[in-house]
C-alpha cells in the first residue's frame, strides 16, 4: 500500500482566510484524488489531480475556492480559500497507486474547523 | 458506476463472524466491489476488492453472488477495533492511469460489542 502523509492534520482557521493542505505520497503515482468529509457525512470528490495538467473538479466544486497544484508525482496541494464555517470538514487526500491493482489509498485527513 | 445499497448499521458480539451485506443489482461486467472503512477520526482504509470471485486477505473475506448483484464481507473474528463505517463501493475495472474514483455512499456503522 501507499503510505499518504498530510500535513496540517488539524487547525482552527479564522472565517475569510484560506489554508493550504499538503499531501505527500512515498510513491511515484499518477492519479491523485481531493475528498471532502463534512461532519456526519460521507465522503465527497472535490477534484481529480493528474501531474502536469490542470484539476478536474466534481460539480459544486470550483478552482477559485480550491486551488489545486500537483507539482510532481509524489505531492499535490489543496487550498481552501476564504473559509466560511461551512467548509468546517475533514478534507482526505487520496492516490490511486500505478501496482497493486490501482487500488486507491487514503491519508488520514485534515480536520479543519472555520471560526 | 453503479450504486450500492447497505444497511444502515449493524451490531456484532466481538469474537464472532461479521457479515456485511451489500446490494449492487445495477452491475455492470466490468465492474468490480470495493470494500472500504473508516474508523472514527481516520482516513478510509482499503480493505478488499474482487471481480466475480471470491477474495480473502488477511483482514476479511469477500463473497459475491453468481449474478453479482450482492455480496457480503466477512470479518472472520471480529473484534472491538472493528468498530467503524464499511463503506461498499462498485468501482470500473481499474486500468493504468484510469483515474476511475471511488464514489461512497452512506456505508453500514458496524458496531462490535463485548
Known amino acids: 500500500s501507499a503510505v499518504i502523509s498530510q500535513k496540517p492534520s488539524r487547525d482552527i482557521c479564522q472565517r475569510g482566510t484560506s489554508l493550504t493542505i499538503q499531501c505527500q505520497v512515498d510513491?511515484?503515482?499518477?492519479?491523485m484524488f481531493w475528498y471532502r468529509q463534512q461532519p456526519g457525512q460521507s465522503l465527497t470528490l472535490i477534484a481529480t489531480?493528474?501531474?502536469?495538467?490542470?484539476?478536474?473538479?466534481e460539480s459544486g466544486f470550483v478552482i477559485d475556492k480550491f486551488p489545486i497544484s500537483r507539482p510532481n508525482l509524489t505531492f499535490s496541494t489543496l487550498t481552501v480559500s476564504n473559509m466560511s464555517p461551512e467548509d468546517s470538514s475533514i478534507y482526505l487526500c487520496?492516490?490511486?497507486?500505478?501496482?497493486?491493482?490501482?487500488?486507491?489509498?487514503f491519508g488520514e485527513g485534515s480536520w479543519l474547523t472555520v471560526v | 458506476d453503479a450504486k450500492t445499497t447497505q444497511p444502515t448499521s449493524m451490531d456484532c458480539a466481538e469474537g464472532r463472524a461479521a457479515n456485511l451485506p451489500c446490494n449492487h443489482s445495477?452491475?455492470?461486467?466490468?465492474?468490480?466491489v470495493y470494500w472500504y472503512r473508516q474508523i472514527h477520526s481516520q482516513g478510509p482504509q482499503y480493505i478488499i476488492h474482487?471481480?466475480?470471485n471470491n477474495e480473502t486477505n488477511e483482514m476479511a473475506s469477500l463473497i459475491i453472488t453468481e449474478d453479482r448483484k450482492s455480496s457480503t464481507l466477512i470479518l472472520p473474528h471480529a473484534t472491538l477495533r472493528d468498530t467503524a463505517v464499511y463503506y461498499c463501493?462498485?468501482?470500473?475495472?481499474?486500468?493504468?492511469?484510469?483515474?476511475?474514483?471511488?464514489?461512497f455512499g452512506g456505508g453500514t456503522r458496524l458496531m462490535v460489542k463485548p
Open positions: 487520496s492516490v490511486e497507486t500505478d501496482y497493486s491493482g490501482n487500488t486507491i489509498y
Open positions: 510513491s511515484q503515482v499518477t492519479m
Open positions: 489531480a493528474n501531474q502536469g495538467s490542470e484539476a478536474t473538479y
Open positions: 445495477t452491475i455492470s461486467g466490468n465492474e468490480y
Open positions: 474482487g471481480l466475480k
Open positions: 463501493i462498485v468501482r470500473v475495472a481499474p486500468t493504468i492511469h484510469a483515474g476511475n474514483m471511488l464514489t
